[in-house]
């Protein structure tokens, strides 16, 4: 039988382990593409998709005008606006896809991967590096606690999350002024 904190602890230190190595310099850049961009729209698959959605949440609690692709209400995008896809693995047929489109219409793109030598990275005007273990590298003596892509996803959520904070406190705004924005249909 396993030990359920225990676990907790390893796959805590896990997500530490990644965070350790995230690009002060990425996250910089992160932050200022998504401050200046007009229109921002979000996309990803599988549970990488959910972490999208679940930023692209924060986004709009912060005020600011930001989408789900496929939702149909998701605006077209332009220049001016940014594509934020994540792809884990580094490459997604879809979000390859969708990336083209966007640089087509003159959009900006940024890509959260653990895999930057992937397709779909090198499309993107910015890479943000996650260092974690996705379905890519889930196999051999190395693997995470947490299955498949986990890891990946987990760090982008919590990743996410940190990310509305920080942008918070770039736009002046307290957590008073984000929960104003959240619905009250539930």
């Known amino acids: 039988m396993h030990d359920l904190?225990?676990?907790?602890?390893?796959?805590?230190?896990e997500i530490e382990g990644v965070f350790a190595k995230v690009s002060?310099?990425?996250?910089?850049?992160?932050?200022?593409?998504?401050?200046?961009a007009r229109?921002?729209?979000?996309?990803?698959?599988?549970?990488?998709?959910?972490?999208?959605?679940?930023?692209?949440?924060?986004?709009?609690?912060?005020g600011l005008d930001a989408h789900v692709v496929g939702d149909m209400t998701t605006p077209p995008l332009s220049d001016g606006d940014l594509l934020l896809v994540s792809a884990g693995p580094g490459h997604f047929f879809?979000?390859?896809?969708?990336?083209?489109?966007?640089?087509?219409?003159?959009?900006?793109?940024?890509?959260?991967?653990?895999?930057?030598?992937?397709?779909?990275?090198?499309l993107c005007d910015v890479?943000?590096?996650l260092p974690a273990q996705t379905m890519a590298n889930d196999q051999g003596e190395a693997t995470s606690i947490l299955p498949?892509?986990?890891?990946?996803?987990?760090?982008?959520?919590?990743f996410a999350?940190?990310?509305s904070i920080l942008l918070r406190e770039r736009l002046g705004q307290d957590p008073a002024q984000m929960r104003l924005r959240h619905t009250n249909l539930e």
């Open 127 to 129: 890479i943000v590096y």
């Open 148 to 158: 498949m892509g986990s890891l990946y996803e987990a760090v982008l959520m919590v």
């Open 161 to 163: 999350d940190l990310i």
């Open 24 to 36: 002060p310099e990425a996250t910089e850049t992160l932050l200022n593409e998504v401050l200046h």
């Open 94 to 122: 879809t979000v390859e896809g969708l990336v083209r489109a966007a640089r087509q219409a003159k959009a900006r793109t940024l890509c959260f991967t653990a895999q930057p030598q992937g397709t779909v990275p090198q």
């Open 39 to 62: 229109r921002i729209a979000t996309y990803g698959v599988g549970r990488e998709g959910l972490m999208m959605k679940a930023l692209c949440m924060r986004l709009f609690h912060l």
């Open 5 to 13: 904190r225990a676990m907790a602890a390893q796959a805590l230190s």
